[in-house]
């Protein structure tokens, strides 16, 4: 596996830029006629308020703990329950077969407490197997068809949790991935907007211009800031929105 982790372009949270980008945004819309000279129409504008929303509906690595930890709870009590349906089910198979008769030593029953989930799933999986195989022996001492049925059907809940434990790994890796390379293009359009913001506004505004100043991060190299006194031309815009 690749230990390869893509870093984050800038220094604040990702709720943070959440709140910078509707902020800086909303500025851009109200300064939208001097931002048509750089290309910026309201369009332009809208798609870095959409990229803003896409990336504030990806799960964070907190939600995704936490459905991991949901699941991983519903993995404990399966198998505690599973191993107590093993335990009677093999009572049942006891009760008038000593532990030295050829059809129990089949069951081969082991210390069910100390069996991991994987295992336990086989252990059912195999006994489920001998049980159905010698239903007509034992079904007169309590191995009906309800309590195998019941037995398959933990089985088939663990293995499905199981599954489903290591698709939440798979996506948190994914989601975090995805977040990252999403968040450093949206800080990318950010930085540019902000970029023309202060290059309208150094000489006309210093109010304005205010409103588009933005902490830059030591990590970014995306976009570099003009001199304050010095405004972006369009060619150096399209440069560093390419």
Avoid at 38 to 52: D, F, L, R
Avoid at 136 to 152: M, S, Y
Avoid at 185 to 209: E, F, N, P
Wanted: hydrophobic share 40%; with cysteine.
């Amino acid at each position: 596996m690749s230990k390869f982790k893509l870093k984050r372009e800038f220094r604040f949270s990702y709720a943070e830029l959440n709140v910078i980008v509707n902020s800086k945004t909303n500025f851009a819309m109200r300064d939208l006629t001097e931002f048509a000279e750089y290309g910026y129409t309201t369009e332009k504008i809208q798609a870095i308020v959409n990229a803003n929303q896409e990336l504030a509906a990806i799960p964070t690595d907190r939600e995704m703990e936490g459905v991991r930890m949901l699941l991983v709870e519903q993995k404990d009590v399966l198998v505690s329950q599973l191993a107590e349906q093993l335990r009677k089910f093999l009572l049942s198979i006891a009760v008038s077969n000593s532990r030295h008769t050829a059809f129990f030593k089949q069951f081969k029953p082991q210390a069910l407490s100390q069996v991991k989930s994987e295992k336990l799933i086989s252990e059912a999986n195999r006994i489920v197997a001998m049980a159905e195989k010698y239903k007509a022996i034992f079904e007169p001492d309590g191995v009906t068809d309800a309590k195998i049925n019941a037995l398959q059907e933990l089985r088939t809940q663990l293995a499905e949790v199981i599954v489903n434990i290591d698709v939440a790994d798979s996506e948190r890796v994914i989601f975090t991935d995805q977040r990252v390379t999403m968040a450093n293009k949206l800080y990318a359009s950010l930085a540019t907007l902000c970029l023309i913001g202060k290059g309208i506004w150094v000489d006309r505004g210093r109010a304005k211009y205010q409103d588009y100043v933005l902490e830059r991060s030591k990590l970014s190299s995306t976009v570099e800031d003009p001199p304050d006194n010095t405004s972006p031309t369009p060619e150096q815009v399209n440069e560093s929105s390419s």
